[in-house]
């Protein structure tokens, strides 16, 4: 009786506290068509940006461009980590050739949503295209 | 007038008889083999009983409230028995308390500290060399 009862209250502290775990989205980036060799190279900052079933903000300087362009279009992968299991996650990918993200420095973005799951590593692709002009002088 | 008892003169010879007899007393009084004596020796000397409170005469205790323990005894009592006894800090059981209290402790917040980690999903994975950046939950960034 006794045990059953201390059983019972380990049980109920468990689900109180709840389980958390891990789940991995290992996300590609990619730089679209529309950019060219001499937009990639104006590319100073990527703002990326999660919402939906979790929230987070992070930045790639240079957008993962390697010094020499040797990573295009396919730039790289990122891994963003999530208790998050339910839901949709979308990851917007805003690209700047600023090197503070102002509005005016935007000229790039992507964007892509992808299911939250229990599955423990979900793979996704994000695209970057031009949209815009970004800062009239590169670098300020 | 004359005195109607007629004093005694007194001659040297009543002197010298006087003299004797106080020189007989004398010596039978002085030695111990004196007849006088002689009784006390053939017994057995008597123990010479020394004084003991009424409390304390168990041959013969005459108050029985006496011989109860009152309250100011057992203080008494205990008062002494705790001036011998050591200090607390002294007994080894304490130390060995005061251990398994302090081990205890800290087993318990070590254990509780990694039972809530591993509630919230424990370490994150480590981030892939070949990755351009890792983030989120249990990242730096």
Same mark, same amino acid.
């Given at each position: 009786?006794?045990?059953?009862?201390?059983?019972?209250?380990?049980?109920?502290?468990?689900?109180?506290?709840?389980?958390?775990?891990?789940?991995?989205?290992?996300?590609?980036?990619?730089?679209?068509?529309?950019?060219?060799?001499?937009?990639?190279?104006?590319?100073?900052?990527?703002?990326?940006?999660?919402?939906?079933?979790?929230?987070?903000?992070?930045?790639?300087?240079?957008?993962?461009?390697?010094?020499?362009?040797?990573?295009?279009?396919?730039?790289?992968?990122?891994?963003?980590?999530?208790?998050?299991?339910?839901?949709?996650?979308?990851?917007?990918?805003?690209?700047?050739?600023?090197?503070?993200?102002?509005?005016?420095?935007?000229?790039?973005?992507?964007?892509?949503?992808?299911?939250?799951?229990?599955?423990?590593?979900?793979?996704?692709?994000?695209?970057?295209?031009?949209?815009?002009?970004?800062?009239?002088?590169?670098?300020? | &007038?004359?005195?109607? @008892?007629?004093?005694?003169?007194?001659?040297?010879?009543?002197?010298?008889?006087?003299?004797?007899?106080? #020189? +007989? &007393?004398?010596?039978? @009084?002085?030695?111990?083999?004196?007849?006088?004596?002689?009784?006390?020796?053939?017994?057995?000397?008597? #123990? +010479?009983?020394?004084?003991s409170p009424q409390a304390e005469d168990q041959?013969?205790p005459?108050d029985k409230s006496l011989l109860e323990k009152t309250p100011a005894d057992a203080a008494v009592a205990s008062k002494a028995q705790s001036a011998e006894a050591p200090a607390f800090y002294q007994r080894?059981?304490?130390?060995?308390?005061?251990?398994?209290?302090?081990?205890?402790?800290?087993?318990?917040?070590?254990?509780?500290?990694?039972?809530?980690?591993?509630?919230?999903?424990?370490?994150?994975?480590?981030?892939?060399?070949?990755?351009?950046?890792?983030?989120?939950?249990?990242?730096?960034?």
């Amino acid at each position: 009786m006794k045990r059953a009862l201390l059983a019972s209250c380990a049980v109920a502290l468990l689900g109180a506290a709840g389980c958390d775990s891990y789940h991995y989205y290992d996300m590609s980036l990619v730089l679209g068509s529309t950019f060219t060799t001499a937009l990639v190279g104006e590319a100073q900052l990527c703002k990326v940006n999660i919402s939906g079933a979790d929230s987070h903000e992070f930045n790639l300087t240079n957008c993962g461009v390697n010094s020499n362009d040797s990573n295009i279009p396919d730039v790289g992968t990122f891994e963003f980590a999530t208790f998050a299991d339910s839901g949709t996650l979308t990851f917007t990918v805003d690209a700047y050739n600023g090197i503070t993200p102002t509005p005016n420095c935007l000229y790039g973005s992507g964007m892509t949503s992808q299911p939250a799951s229990s599955q423990i590593t979900q793979m996704g692709t994000i695209t970057l295209q031009v949209t815009g002009t970004g800062c009239p002088n590169s670098g300020q | &007038m004359r005195p109607m @008892v007629q004093l005694r003169k007194r001659t040297p010879g009543s002197g010298v008889v006087l003299s004797v007899l106080a #020189a +007989v &007393m004398l010596v039978v @009084v002085a030695v111990p083999s004196s007849p006088a004596r002689a009784a006390d020796d053939t017994e057995a000397p008597r #123990a +010479v009983k020394e004084y003991s409170p009424q409390a304390e005469d168990q041959d013969r205790p005459r108050d029985k409230s006496l011989l109860e323990k009152t309250p100011a005894d057992a203080a008494v009592a205990s008062k002494a028995q705790s001036a011998e006894a050591p200090a607390f800090y002294q007994r080894w059981q304490f130390w060995a308390i005061t251990g398994a209290i302090v081990v205890g402790a800290v087993a318990a917040i070590w254990g509780g500290e990694t039972l809530y980690h591993s509630l919230h999903g424990g370490d994150v994975r480590p981030c892939n060399s070949s990755f351009i950046a890792c983030a989120g939950q249990g990242e730096p960034q």
